[in-house]
């Protein structure tokens, strides 16, 4: 008997959207050509007017047909009579005193997810979510306090980096090429909320919709996906999708690790690194990232970092020493910024790049491990999280 792709757990999969017009954001061009040759456009056009449309929705950030100035009036109305173009709702928008914003984003069901936009010298990162709420229960991340409700659609993946793009006004001036304009929004990580790799196709989708060179136009190697370790789905990401790839490794042992990040109790370490070690061959693709939250006592001696060392040894890498983002009732506490330096200066030594990476958006609960949408945010007692983490 045939297994069952990973990504089709039956907990996880959307819940089937009213009946309506359709939404064109989020589709393929495949699936787009399609949905307008069933709308009544000839087939020998279709290709143009999807190449149209896809222009107008990607690299301009039109929202009404009747701005489509390209089509004629009748076909304009055909379109708007069959289809939407539509991005999720901005419930809230926070900003940082560094600049962070976050934005509590409202997807169909009621739904909400948190995506945050970074701002940097040069450049700006996005870091959007996959999914409501996760499956994985990482001990040391508020995300995984809040039970999974259902994958997000490629129009709700994508849609967040057209909704950041609204708020920042980097959608190209009437007349200019959109390739002259400053890109505020340069960059992508998928280290929102949820696990990207249970939720392959429509990340995979959303994501070549961000590369499309006619629209978004985001270069594979700006665009970094983040997995806890979905072993089956590692080689799939270098293959369908050939963006660059973070691990959250967060600890040398499985023993460290079953707790930190459950889902090593199904793929452990050895495995996790062998599926690693052919991701550049497959996609040549630059370092693998290895995310590693500092957490003190518990992951950040000096034993662990030789450890480390000698795990990744042959894998072109480099490790994000994250200092632990605290959060009400967590069950860890941040490891010293003297141990910190140390921990870095042996993986330095080592030949690896080791950079620490600034907390950014603390105080409006943005930076990583932080995230929780506002209507699931029950505190809960320390005491209670310890007993979940298995740590009571």
Request: positive net charge; aromatic residues 6%.
């Given at each position: 008997m045939a297994q069952a792709p990973i990504t089709q757990d039956v907990l996880t999969i959307p819940r089937k959207l009213p009946e309506g017009p359709l939404n064109l954001v989020g589709l393929t061009r495949a699936a787009l050509t399609e949905a307008l040759i069933t709308a009544g456009t000839p087939e020998r056009q279709a290709k143009m007017r999807c190449g149209q449309i896809w222009q107008w929705i990607y690299q301009k950030g039109v929202r009404s047909f009747a701005d489509m100035t390209n089509l004629s009036k009748e076909y304009r109305a055909l379109m708007a009579e069959h289809f939407v173009i539509e991005v999720p709702e901005v419930v809230t928008r926070e900003v940082s005193e560094d600049g962070t914003r976050k934005y509590l984003v409202r997807i169909a069901g009621g739904h909400e997810v948190e995506t945050v936009y970074i701002p940097e010298e040069g450049r700006g990162t996005l870091c959007i979510s996959s999914q409501v709420g996760c499956t994985l229960t990482c001990s040391f991340c508020h995300t995984g306090t809040q039970k999974l409700v259902r994958n997000l659609t490629p129009a709700e993946i994508v849609g967040q980096v057209m909704l950041a793009r609204d708020d920042l006004g980097e959608w190209p001036e009437p007349g200019k090429n959109p390739h002259d304009e400053t890109r505020l929004l340069s960059n992508i990580v998928l280290m929102g909320m949820g696990e990207p790799l249970y939720n392959f196709e429509a990340v995979r989708d959303a994501m070549k919709i961000a590369m499309d060179p006619e629209g978004i136009s985001l270069s594979r190697r700006r665009i970094t996906l983040s997995t806890s370790g979905v072993v089956p789905e590692i080689g799939r990401t270098a293959e369908e999708i050939g963006c660059l790839l973070a691990v959250s490794f967060h600890a040398t042992t499985d023993e460290v690790r079953n707790t930190l990040v459950p889902i090593n109790k199904r793929w452990n370490i050895a495995e996790l690194l062998e599926a690693l070690r052919t991701y550049p061959k497959a996609s040549n693709s630059e370092r693998i990232t290895f995310e590693y939250v500092m957490l003190k006592d518990v992951?950040?001696?000096?034993?662990?970092?030789?450890?480390?060392?000698?795990?990744?040894?042959?894998?072109?890498?480099?490790?994000?020493?994250?200092?632990?983002?605290?959060?009400?009732?967590?069950?860890?506490?941040?490891?010293?910024?003297?141990?910190?330096?140390?921990?870095?200066?042996?993986?330095?030594?080592?030949?690896?790049?080791?950079?620490?990476?600034?907390?950014?958006?603390?105080?409006?609960?943005?930076?990583?491990?932080?995230?929780?949408?506002?209507?699931?945010?029950?505190?809960?007692?320390?005491?209670?999280i310890e007993k979940e983490a298995g740590l009571g």
């Open positions: 992951n950040d001696s000096d034993e662990d970092a030789h450890r480390l060392i000698e795990l990744i040894r042959g894998i072109p890498a480099k490790i994000n020493l994250i200092p632990f983002n605290e959060w009400p009732g967590a069950p860890y506490e941040r490891s010293s910024n003297n141990r910190i330096r140390a921990f870095a200066d042996i993986i330095y030594k080592a030949g690896y790049a080791s950079p620490i990476r600034k907390p950014r958006g603390e105080d409006i609960m943005a930076a990583c491990g932080q995230l929780k949408s506002a209507t699931e945010r029950a505190r809960k007692s320390r005491r209670q």
